[in-house]
């Protein structure tokens, strides 16, 4: 069960102009975007385990991003990254998982062995399955994203527990829910395709997502999506 709901106003983005916070001072940090998928999953993660209080989010406007992010806080120079205990930890997938381990909260992986077999395995496909759909904005989308669209229709068949991947809400929802957030928006607009037709159980997935709280506070106005896939892939 998901933590109780916790409702905060967003901050505003940290841009160029922006002074520093005080790095390393004990404070645990969630360097972020608002409009980055990939930092979106580590988000919604935070959100259900209630853990709004300890991990301070920092926006950053990654159209013109501060300098003191690369010099002082993550060389790497993108989001998401998290400030704990006196070290900087990035990639998604990675911290969620360090999320999920480290922090109090509900638990987002299952005990059962097989679910947590079938979840690695998921996990490991999510980078194929955002790549495809990525791709195929410069191609046909209805011919290139059927495949990895019904890799996920068949994976939501294989335990009838809950309407999730594993049953029940996990790490491998959060880590696709993102990406499909925004092709089902773009590819409908632009391709007018939709990614749900003839994938009941793909349908009804997003539908029990959109009612999840933790997910639904970390999502941005279809509009700014379309304009954002508009400028970087059309």
Not at 3 to 13: H, L, Q, T, Y
Not at 139 to 151: F, R
Not at 196 to 222: F, M
Request: with cysteine; hydrophobic share 40%.
């Amino acid at each position: 069960m998901a933590s109780p709901i916790v409702v905060e106003d967003r901050p505003a983005p940290l841009d160029a102009t922006a002074d520093p916070p005080a790095v390393f001072d004990g404070t645990t940090r969630l360097y972020t975007s608002y409009v980055c998928p990939f930092a979106q999953r580590v988000w919604i993660t935070r959100n259900f385990k209630g853990l709004q209080e300890k991990i301070k989010l920092v926006p950053l406007d990654l159209g013109n991003r501060p300098d003191w992010y690369k010099e002082k806080v993550y060389p790497e120079n993108k989001v998401p990254a998290l400030e704990h205990n006196g070290k900087i930890i990035g990639e998604s997938l990675d911290l969620i998982k360090y999320l999920d381990n480290t922090f109090e909260g509900a638990s987002l992986y299952p005990e059962d062995h097989a679910k947590r077999e079938f979840g690695d395995e998921l996990l490991k496909y999510a980078d194929t399955f955002y790549k495809t759909m990525y791709a195929s904005l410069k191609g046909d989308p209805s011919k290139e994203t059927p495949p990895v669209l019904d890799y996920l229709e068949n994976a939501l068949y294989k335990f009838d527990d809950g309407p999730f991947f594993l049953g029940q809400l996990s790490l491998v929802d959060i880590a696709y829910i993102p990406f499909m957030e925004r092709f089902q928006i773009v590819l409908n607009e632009f391709f007018k395709f939709d990614v749900t037709a003839e994938r009941p159980k793909l349908s009804a997935w997003i539908k029990e997502l959109n009612k999840v709280d933790a997910y639904a506070q970390t999502k941005i106005d279809p509009k700014e999506i379309m304009e954002i896939f508009k400028k970087k892939f059309m």
